[in-house]
């Protein structure tokens, strides 16, 4: 049911959730969202870029605050997801022990993705009234927003106060702020204090990167460099059981390729010593 639901409504749910919460339906989301922030941090009247991390963000989620503001947002799956949530589920354990699911989405849910989007729209929309200067987007639980410094960090008090209301936790010790050099980072480090993470190379953003490119350098030579590992392994596999090996590599390892060349600029020219490796070793594994 949920399923079907989740499909039918599929574009009121898009038009609630807005183009900042890239999770709720829309297309290639992801990348969307790597790309919106790599393109922000580099204009010049960006002084850095903050990505967020939440704690266990599905499980806090405030239950009653989402079920009231779905009835608001989008009123279309409001009855659905009222039947399923208004009152807590049962885990049952050995024993006879009982757990009750007072918080957050239930795993497995089909509706658990498109609700949770829809209950950070209240946060996105508050953040973007109070500071229209930054420029923020989300893939689910996972935020980013980038500004001057001064702005940057009212959001972010803001982000902390609203969210702890909707069951929204920011974890400090994983949140960093990715400036544009030592001199922004002096004067961040006085702004932020303790409050988050800095750093003037990169960081990790939805599996790409974003940052400095020494930073992306070296990110893109480790993956290739365990894709290398993990080719040599398939490699020696397929010498006995190429079938096995070839569905493996085509089902679970080639969209790796394909995820990383669509969202890091000029990534395939870290890929020749992939594609060596292919050549001379896996594909004459599968086929002699």
Known sequence: VGKVISHHCRQEIKNAAGPLQTCSGHGAGAEAAIHAMYSIFQQDDTDAVLLIDASNAF??????AALHNIRITCPLISIYLCNTYRKPSKLFMTGGNVIYSKEGTAQGDPMAMPWYSLSTTTIINTLQLNEPSVKQ???????????KLEALFKWYENLKLIGSKLGYYVNQKKCWLIVKSPEIEEQAKRIFGKSVNY?????RHL???????????????????????DLETLSDIAKTQPQAAYAAYTKGYKSKFTFFMRTIKNFEEF?????????????PAFFG
């Open 59 to 64: 499980n806090c989620l405030n239950r009653q």
């Open 137 to 147: 987007v989300w893939l689910a639980d996972d935020a980013s927003a980038a500004g």
């Open 199 to 203: 750093t003037t190379e990169g960081k």
């Open 207 to 229: 599996g790409a990167c974003i940052g400095s490119e020494n930073y992306k350098k070296k990110y893109s030579e480790e993956l290739v460099e365990n894709w290398m590992s």
């Open 271 to 283: 890929l020749l010593p992939i594609d060596d490796l292919l050549d001379h070793k896996l594909l």
